[in-house]
């Protein structure tokens, strides 16, 4: 076997920004490249001083695997909870043929999932170019990220960031404007002039006032998994019309949903999913707000990097 090609952070920052993963996003999931029904659990195993995290997934051309290692206590020790690598497989025989900083895919995967939503539900709403407040809940690295990508794609009048900790998101508001981006601290008031809000916390509790959120608000919340953890209230998710990343992976691991209605009632509304999104294969109900759901899954990963992929070797062929 050749020598593997790995990329740092910093190559696939050039590579690749959040516009470009939701163009990738989208052609994956128009072109019937992937299937988010299609995707397993996320696998969970012990190692020393943690667990291991592994996220295979499977398209037409490669295949893939990310590898994590959560450590509790390393931020203690000045160390990143999250790190690993990601592995991409040629399906012809199954080679690997690069692999490439996990953590920082995971930064770009997120955020540009989120914007194809919003895109799409922008749109469905006749919304768009009248996005005036986004409201960002979360101060850590996917909060910038989110910034980001509504800056660049949505362009609201403001986006608002709320946090716990006033320090933590006067940080991000003072990164975020000597940047250009028009942004600003604030509480979770601000969520009754939203017409945007997203959530990208590690909340184990709702972090969103429903009596707050105005009938025609688009909500995404993408900062959690597990049936334990949720950053909506189960009021919402009942009066909102709902979509999720995987109608499957909802039910597996959707907390911001199953607390509102069981399993077999979700199934019986056969939720549309971001491949219907993509398609255009949905419908909203007027005078309800619209819930996007997301738990993290591992096609949109292998999608991303199959695309750094591609435009690596594109780069290194002239």
Known sequence: ?????????????????IRGGVDALHRALNDDAVNPENDGPRLFE???EGEFLLMPSMATDFCGVKTLTLAPDNPARGKPRVQGVYTLFRNEDLAPVMMMDATELTL????????????????????????????????????????????????PEK?????RRDDAAEQIVRHLRSEGIAVQQGTSLAVAEADLVVTVTASKESIV?????????????????????????PALARRADVVVEGRTSAMREGGNIIPARSVQEWQEMD?????????GH????????????GVGMAWEDLVIASEIYHRHQSEESE
């Open 1 to 17: 076997m050749t020598t593997m090609q790995y990329l740092d952070a910093t190559r696939m920052r050039q590579l690749i920004g």
């Open 46 to 48: 012990q190692a020393p």
């Open 108 to 155: 770009v995967r997120t955020p540009a999932t989120t914007m194809l939503a919003a895109k799409h539900l922008i749109r469905a709403k006749n919304m768009t170019g009248k996005i005036r407040t986004a409201v960002i809940f979360g101060t850590g690295p996917q909060s910038e990220k989110h910034a980001r990508g509504i800056a660049e794609l949505i362009r």
């Open 159 to 163: 986006i608002v960031i709320v946090g």
């Open 209 to 233: 006032d429903d009596q707050l959120v105005r009938d025609d608000a688009i909500v995404l919340s993408v900062g959690t998994h597990g049936l334990e953890a949720r950053e909506v209230p």
């Open 271 to 279: 939720l549309p999913n971001i491949q219907d999104l993509a398609k």
């Open 282 to 293: 949905f419908a909203l109900t007027a005078g309800r707000p619209v819930l996007f759901s």
